[in-house]
C-alpha cells in the first residue's frame, strides 16, 4: 500500500521509475506486454520495406533503405533490452512472436508491391509511429524512455527521408506520379488505424494514462497526426482518399473520415493480407538460424570454461 | 585513362555484387544483432562499390553503358544499365549466399583477400584510388575479423556447426583460385604502380586464412578450383548462371522506368 | 470494350504467370515424365495466355502500356511491359512452386477452377473468347486428371507423401476464396453474356475437389482464406510479395533490350 | 563362335540386331555406356538451355525454348528405353550419372551468360549433334537406331529454330548482334571438340566401326560439320573465330584450326566450368523426387494388390 503510494507520486511528479524501484505487478506486466510489442513491430517492420533493399533502383536509395531497416532492428534490440530489465527474456518474447501468441503494429501486415511504398511508408507510417511515440520519451519507466528518445530522433530521420523520395519521385515521370499517389491510396486508411481504435471502443487506456505509459487518447493522436500530414500533402501534390476530409476552422482541426474499423479488427486477430506471411518469415529466420545461436552458446561455454553457463551470455558473446 | 576505369570497375563490381548478395540477409540473419552486422558490412561494400564506379565515369566517361539514360549518374549508369557480360567481378562474390556458414566462409575469404588489397592499394599513384582504399582498409579489417569470429564460434561450437562451417567453407573454395589471377589489366597497371597485383597477395591470405583454420581446428578445404570458361572468368565478363537472376533482381525496377528520377 | 479487353487480361494473366511458376520445374521435377508434364502443361497455360493478351489488344488497343515499344507485338507488350500494378491475376497462381506437393495441390485447385469457367465460357456471346475457351477445355481437363491422379497417389502413396500433400493443400486453401470472388468487370460482363461470373463456379468446383479429396483419403483443409488488402486482391492488381520477383525475373531482358527484336 | 560369326554376319549386311537376338557381351557394353552417355546428356542439356526458359524475352521464344528443353527430356526416355531392351536399367544408370561415375557431352559444361546462347546452342551444338547422330540412324543394334530416327527428326527442327531466332537477332539491334557474335566466339570451339579428339588419339573407334556401332571418324565428322556450317556463318553475318579457317579447292573442304585439346580432356574429366554445377543440380532433382517416386510404387502396389511389387511397376504408373 505504502509502496504503491510511493509509487504513484513519483509516476505523477514525472520523475522515472528504474528498473530496481518498486512497482506493482500490473505495471511491470503492462509495460513489458507494451514494450515487446513494440518490440516485435520494429522486427517485423523489417520486412515490408526489406522486401525492397534487393531490386531498389539507385545506389543511394538502396544504401538508404538498407540503413533504415538496418535501424529498425536496432530498435527492435534496444526495446528488448528494455523488457529485459523488467525480468523478460528475449528468446521467450521471441517465441509468443513466431507463435502468434503477441502481437505487433498491424500496419506490416500490407504488402508492398510498389516502389513508392517504401516513401509512404516512412512518411505516413513513421510519421504516425512518431506521434505514438514522441510522448513515450516522457514515460514513466526510465529505461523505456531512454530508448524512445533514441528512437524517435532515428525515426524522424527516417520520416524525411520518406518523403524526400516521395518528392523526388513526384517531380520525375508521371509514371512515377502515378505510384506515389496509388501507394497514398492504399496506405492512408491503415495509417489512421495505428492510433488504435476511438476512443470510446479502447480499453486500457485510463490505467496506462493514470501510470504516465501513455499520455494522450488515441483520438487525439490521430487528429494530431491529419493536422500534421494534410499540409505535407499538399506540399507534395498528393490527394488523401478521404472525401470528408476538411479544415475546420471552428474547432481548429481537419475533420476527417474514419478508416473501415471492421477491417482494422479483422487485421488485429490476424486476418489481413500479410499476416500468416510475416509471422511466417520470422518464424523461419529464428529457427534456421538456432543452430548458429546454439553453436556461439557452445562456444562461449567453452571458452569460459563453465560447462554450465546459459545461452545469455553467448548471445552477448554472439552480437560482435 | 581507360584501363584505369577497367580497374575501378572490377574492384567496384566486386563490392556491388557482395553487397547485394549480403543484404539478402536483411531480416533473415539468425539474430538480431547480425541483421545489424551484414547490412553494416553490405553498406560499406556498397559504399566502396560507389566511390569505385563513380570514380571509373570520371576517369573514362566512355564506360557509361549506351544504355543509361543522361541523368542517371555513372554509379546507376553502371549498376543498373550494364548487361551481364560487361560486369567484371570475381565470380565467388555472385554465388547464392546458402546457410550462414557458407556466407561466413565467403565473408572470410573475400574479407581477407580485399583487406590484403586494399593495403597495398593505399600506396597506389592514383591519388582517388589510393584514398578509397585507406578508407576502405578499417572497413575490410572490421568484415575480416566479424568473418573469423564466426568461424571460431561455427568451428569450435558444435559438432553440427562444425561440419556446416567445414561444408561450407567446401563450396567457397573453388572460387579461390580465381582471386588470385591477375587480368592483363591489372598487371600492367600494377606495373605502373596505380594497381595491385593479385598474384602478390596469395600468401599474406594464405597465412591469415590457415590461422583462422588452425584456432578453428577446421581441415584446409580441398576442393578443386574451379576452370575459367575457355580462359574466360568473372574478371572477363563470363559469369556464373546465378548473376543473371541477382541482375534481373537489382536492375528490374530501374531499366522498367528509364525516365524515372529516384 | 475495354471491359472485355481487362477481362482477356485477367483471364491471360492467370495463364502467363502459372506457366511462368510451372516452367520453373523444367529440370527439376521428380522423374523425367514429370519433366515432360509439366512441361506440356506450362505451353498449354502459355498458349491460352498469348491467345487471351493478344485478343485483349485487339479489342482495346488502349491496353496495351505506354512503355511498350512499338514493334513489339501485344502480346509481349503485356507480358513484358508492364508494372506489378497492372496485373489481374489471383494471387494464387503467383506464389512461389514449394515442394511437388504443393504444386500437384495448386494445379489441381486451379485446373478444376479453370476447366469449370472455362466449360461456361465456352457458350461467351464473344465468339473469340468461346472459340479459346472450347480449346482450352480439352487442355485443362488434362491438367485437373493430372493433378488428380498425383493427388491419389501422393495422398495414399507412403506416409510421408501423405502428410506432405496435406501440407501442400493446406498452403493452397487460404488462396481459393479469391478465385470465386467475383470483380465487377466480371459481374457486368457475366451480365452481358460474355464472362462467367466465378461465384457461380463454387460448387461445381467443391464437388470435384470433394471427390478427389475422399479418393485420396485427404481431409479438407480447413486454413483460413487470404484477406485483400483494403478490398483490393490479385484482379485489382494488389498481390502478394513475391509477384514483384517473378515479375524481375520474367520482364528483366525483355526490359534491357527495349529496341531489340526476338 | 558360330553365333559370333552369325552376328557379324547380320551386321555386316546392314541388317539390324534386336533385343531377342544374341550378341556378343561387349558389344552389349558398349551399346549400354553409348546410350547412357547419350541419354544423359540429353537430361544434362536441359540445363544449360533451361537457364533461359523464366527469362526469355518474348513469348513466343519461351514456348519455343520450353518445347525444346521438354523434348530433350523425352529424348533422355527414349534413350533410356532402348538402354533398357539391353538389360539396363535406368534408376542404375541415374546413379552413375549422379554419383560421377558416367559421363555426358563436355559441350553442356560450359555456362549460358546470354539470350543468344540459346540461338547459338541451337545452332551450333545441335547441328554438331545431328552431324554425330545421322549415321546412328542406320547403326546396327535396332531400338537405337529407331529412337536415333526420331531423335534426330527433333534436332533438324531445333536447329533451324536456333539459327532462325540468331537471324532475327541479327537483324535487331546492334546490341544484339554484337551479342551473337560473342556467344559465337565463346561456342565454336567447344562445338568442334564434341566430335571427339582427333583420330589418332581416339580409341574404340575401330572396334564400334565393325560393329556398325559408329560409321565415320571423328575427324570425318567435324570436317563436315565445318563444311557445313561455314556458309551458315556467312548467311548470318558473324565471323567464326579461326583465322585458320579458309576453303581449301583442291581438298574440296575448308582447312580449319583445332580446338584446344588439353582444355577437352580437363573438361571430359570433369574440370569444366560448369561440371560441378550440372551434376550437383541433377542430383538435387533426384533425390528431391525420391519420396514423390516411392509415394508412386507404394499406391501402385496398393492397386495391384501386390505387396511385393517392385518400383520398376511404380515408374511406369507415375509416368501419367
Known amino acids: 500500500e505504502e509502496l504503491e503510494r510511493r509509487f504513484q507520486r513519483t509516476v505523477d511528479a514525472e520523475q522515472r521509475i528504474e528498473p530496481r524501484d518498486w512497482m506493482p505487478e500490473a505495471y511491470r506486466r503492462t509495460l513489458v506486454r507494451q514494450i515487446a510489442q513494440h518490440a516485435h513491430s520494429e522486427i517485423i517492420g523489417m520486412q515490408p520495406e526489406g522486401n525492397w533493399i534487393t531490386r531498389a533502383p539507385s545506389l543511394r536509395r538502396k544504401a538508404i533503405l538498407l540503413a533504415k531497416v538496418q535501424d529498425e532492428a536496432g530498435h527492435g534490440l534496444y526495446l528488448y533490452a528494455a523488457t529485459e530489465t523488467l525480468g523478460a527474456d528475449r528468446e521467450d518474447l521471441t517465441r509468443r512472436l513466431v507463435d502468434g501468441r503477441q502481437k505487433y503494429s498491424s500496419i506490416f501486415n500490407y504488402p508492398t508491391p510498389t516502389f513508392a511504398d517504401v516513401g509512404v511508408i516512412g512518411w505516413l507510417v513513421d510519421g504516425a509511429a512518431i506521434c505514438n511515440q514522441v510522448p513515450l520519451c516522457r514515460t514513466s519507466y526510465g529505461p523505456y524512455a531512454r530508448a524512445m528518445i533514441r528512437i524517435c530522433k532515428e525515426e524522424s530521420f527516417h520520416q524525411r527521408q520518406g518523403y524526400e523520395l516521395l518528392m523526388t519521385m513526384m517531380r520525375g515521370s508521371a509514371e512515377q506520379r502515378a505510384m506515389v499517389q496509388d501507394a497514398v491510396d492504399r496506405w492512408w486508411w491503415p495509417s489512421l488505424m495505428m492510433f488504435g481504435p476511438p476512443d470510446d471502443a479502447s480499453t486500457n487506456t485510463e490505467q496506462s494514462m493514470r501510470w504516465r505509459i501513455k499520455r494522450h487518447t488515441n483520438d487525439e493522436l490521430r487528429q494530431k497526426f491529419v493536422d500534421m500530414t494534410v499540409p505535407q500533402a499538399e506540399k507534395l501534390g498528393v490527394t488523401l482518399p478521404d472525401p470528408q476530409l476538411r479544415w475546420n476552422a471552428e474547432r481548429g482541426h481537419h475533420d476527417f473520415g474514419q478508416p473501415d474499423w471492421d477491417e482494422f479488427w479483422r487485421v488485429v486477430k490476424g486476418d489481413g493480407p500479410c499476416n500468416a506471411q510475416r509471422v511466417a518469415h520470422r518464424r523461419r529466420a529464428h529457427e534456421d538460424g538456432a543452430w548458429v545461436r546454439e553453436a556461439a552458446a557452445a562456444y562461449a561455454r567453452k571458452r569460459a570454461g563453465d560447462a554450465g553457463g546459459t545461452g545469455r551470455a553467448a548471445r552477448t558473446e554472439g552480437a560482435a | ?262
Chains 1, 4 share one sequence.
Open chain 2, 1 to 262: 585513362r581507360a584501363e584505369l576505369a577497367a580497374y575501378c570497375v572490377m574492384l567496384g563490381d566486386d563490392a556491388l555484387v557482395f553487397a547485394q548478395r549480403l543484404s539478402e540477409w536483411c531480416s533473415n540473419a539468425p539474430e538480431l544483432e547480425e541483421d545489424v552486422a551484414l547490412a553494416n558490412i553490405a553498406l560499406d561494400l556498397l559504399g566502396q562499390a560507389r566511390m569505385l564506379l563513380t570514380r571509373a565515369g570520371e576517369v573514362d566517361p566512355t564506360v557509361r553503358p549506351a544504355a543509361a539514360p543522361e541523368h542517371v549518374p555513372d554509379e546507376d549508369a553502371l549498376a543498373y544499365f550494364r548487361d551481364e557480360r560487361a560486369f567484371r567481378n570475381v565470380r565467388m562474390v555472385e554465388q547464392e549466399p546458402g546457410d550462414f556458414a557458407e556466407t561466413v566462409a565467403r565473408l572470410l575469404v573475400f574479407g581477407c583477400w580485399r583487406l590484403a588489397l586494399f593495403e597495398r592499394l593505399a600506396g597506389s599513384r592514383d591519388p582517388v584510388l589510393s584514398a578509397i582504399a585507406a578508407k576502405g582498409v578499417k572497413e575490410l579489417a572490421y568484415h575480416r575479423d566479424h568473418a573469423a569470429q564466426w568461424a571460431l564460434r561455427l568451428g569450435d561450437g558444435t559438432e553440427f556447426s562444425r561440419e556446416r562451417m567445414r561444408a561450407g567453407l567446401d563450396r567457397v573454395w573453388p572460387f579461390v583460385a580465381e582471386l588470385f589471377t591477375p587480368h592483363p589489366v591489372e598487371t600492367r597497371l600494377a606495373e605502373a604502380g596505380v594497381a595491385v597485383d593479385p598474384a602478390e597477395l596469395r600468401s599474406t591470405v594464405d597465412d591469415v586464412l590457415d590461422r583462422v583454420l588452425v584456432a578453428a581446428g577446421l581441415p584446409r578445404p580441398e576442393t578443386p578450383a574451379l576452370p575459367a570458361a575457355a580462359g574466360l572468368a568473372g574478371r572477363h565478363g563470363v559469369h556464373t548462371e546465378p548473376m543473371g537472376y541477382l541482375l534481373a533482381e537489382m536492375q528490374h525496377i530501374a531499366r522498367s522506368h528509364p525516365a524515372a528520377v529516384w
